[in-house]
């Protein structure tokens, strides 16, 4: 796909601004708002942003400048209401580059772009296929009428006489799952744990269905690359949202342009779910499944976590996740964008209160009891007044010296003080967070490696946090 095959889908109604080379092939289409983003990106891509980069003071000189350096195909720009306008600075330093430039409606999703580009990525697949593997018009007129994994399983079983089942992942399956079950590795980019299960061995076969099988299991591949490719950039703006609702780093508005992204309401009812389970990676999928899209999921730590769409109340929605699920589940109070937070909270407290029951369980905010909670009934001024004597130090040397000391601490002591994880999350060598560390317990006089004092900072940044 050509970038200006992108600029050309009309129900995209993309807005160009600066037109570049746009007949540059298009490697992929990617969101990112990082400071210095060439170092994720592989050249050829087309980037989205809506300009959260600034808020960090990134100008948008270096920011293009950036992307230009990382040899990008073409940027586009998604005004966050209420600026609805791109900024001229903006403009002008993709212009200085010869930078082809869009910019992407208010009320287009960025996700929509990426399935755009991924459905025209599909299409290219699927010619070369259409021509050597004429006999399966019944698989692709299926296609046709609806795409999916499932639907070539219909085809294939229905060609063969048979039951057929995909297991994915090591565990999850779609389709008729036979007995007993043969499995049939997978070929395809990144398909290493996807086997077709077929309920007799290959070689067992008659000729044609052997071709019938060889035949499809191509179609099947894609069909799982296409669902991974869309779920992986859904995840990937899941992810990010989750980090800005349980860090506060960004704005209401913000929130509201991602969840509208993510096909949510942003004026709600949403609810935070939390899952606790042994098996946090594979719940995640589960529970992204089970809401379908009245939800988001993604895998936060050792849980999964999700914002639902509230139809009924917040217990019938905890006891549908326990149901299907069978963990520990909690949820948190229904609200706007800006209730997000709290409910997230809410979540995690009721799910660690239910997570010493064996057979598992579930428990919502207005069951919610914990002593982990009482800080909330304290007056707020005294809350932030002995805060502000704990942190103080820190405060000032961040503010003096543009430093990241506290937010550091805030992520190292919300990944349970484990070094690597944390570093990885705030895009850090070790070393570089280990000096923070030590930096923040000479401010401070507390040792990181005393329970009593990370609860005595933990508690103080949550409190700063909130007031």
């Known amino acids: 796909m050509l970038v200006d095959d992108l600029l050309g889908k009309p129900e995209l109604a993309l807005e160009t601004r600066v037109r570049g080379n746009t007949q540059r092939p298009i490697r992929w289409v990617h969101t990112i708002e990082v400071r210095a983003p060439g170092r994720f990106l592989r050249g050829g891509e087309v980037v989205l942003t809506a300009g959260v980069w600034r808020a960090a003071g990134v100008t948008a000189r270096d920011f293009v400048a950036d992307l230009v350096e990382a040899d990008v195909a073409a940027v586009g720009f998604g005004p966050v209401p209420p600026e609805l306008q791109v900024p001229d600075e903006f403009v002008d330093a993709a212009r200085e580059h010869g930078l082809t430039c869009f910019v992407v409606p208010v009320d287009v999703a960025f996700l929509q772009v990426v399935e755009a580009f991924v459905s025209t990525k599909r299409a ?19 296609l046709r009428v609806h795409r999916g994994v499932t639907t070539v399983l219909r085809t294939l079983s229905g060609q063969l006489g048979l039951p057929v089942a995909v297991r994915v992942d090591g565990g999850l399956v779609e389709g008729e799952a036979p007995r007993p079950q043969y499995p049939l590795p997978l070929v395809g980019e990144g398909l290493a744990e996807a ?3 077929l309920p007799r061995p290959l070689e067992e076969l008659d000729v044609e269905q052997q071709a019938a099988v060889v035949q499809a299991m191509p179609f099947i591949a894609l069909e799982i690359e296409r669902n991974r490719a869309v779920r992986a950039t859904e995840l990937r703006y899941a992810w990010e949202l989750f980090e800005w609702v349980h860090t506060g780093a960004v704005g209401p508005e913000t929130v509201r342009t991602r969840l509208h992204s993510l096909g949510l309401p942003s004026d709600g009812p949403l609810a935070a779910v939390v899952v606790r389970s042994a098996n946090p990676d594979v719940d995640a999928v589960r529970l992204g499944e089970l809401l379908g899209s009245d939800g988001v999921a993604v895998q936060r730590g050792g849980e999964a976590v999700a914002f639902a769409r509230v139809r009924d109340t917040t217990a019938d929605l905890a006891r549908r996740v326990h149901e299907a699920l069978g963990a520990h589940v909690g949820a948190g109070k229904p609200g706007t964008a800006g209730d ?13 209160a239910v997570s010493g029951r064996a057979d598992g369980g579930w428990m919502t905010h207005e069951q919610l009891s914990s002593p982990s909670l009482l800080l909330s009934a304290q007056d707020p001024e005294l809350l932030v007044s002995t805060s502000r004597a704990l942190l103080g130090p820190v405060l000032d040397h961040d503010e003096r010296r543009g430093g990241d000391l506290l937010p550091s601490l805030w992520v190292f002591l919300d990944a349970g003080c484990r070094w690597q994880e944390s570093a990885q999350r ?12 030590s930096r923040v317990e000479e401010l401070t006089g507390r040792s990181l490696s005393s329970t009593a004092d990370r609860v005595d900072l933990f508690l103080a940044l949550r409190a700063l946090r909130q007031s």
């Open 426 to 437: 705030l895009h850090v060598h070790i070393n570089t967070l280990r000096h923070r560390m």
């Open 195 to 197: 086997e077709l299960l």
């Open 124 to 142: 290219e697949w699927e010619r070369p296929l259409r021509r050597h593997l004429g006999q399966h018009d019944a698989i692709v007129a299926a």
């Open 340 to 352: 997000l937070r709290v409910s997230l909270l809410q979540a995690s407290h009721a799910a660690e």
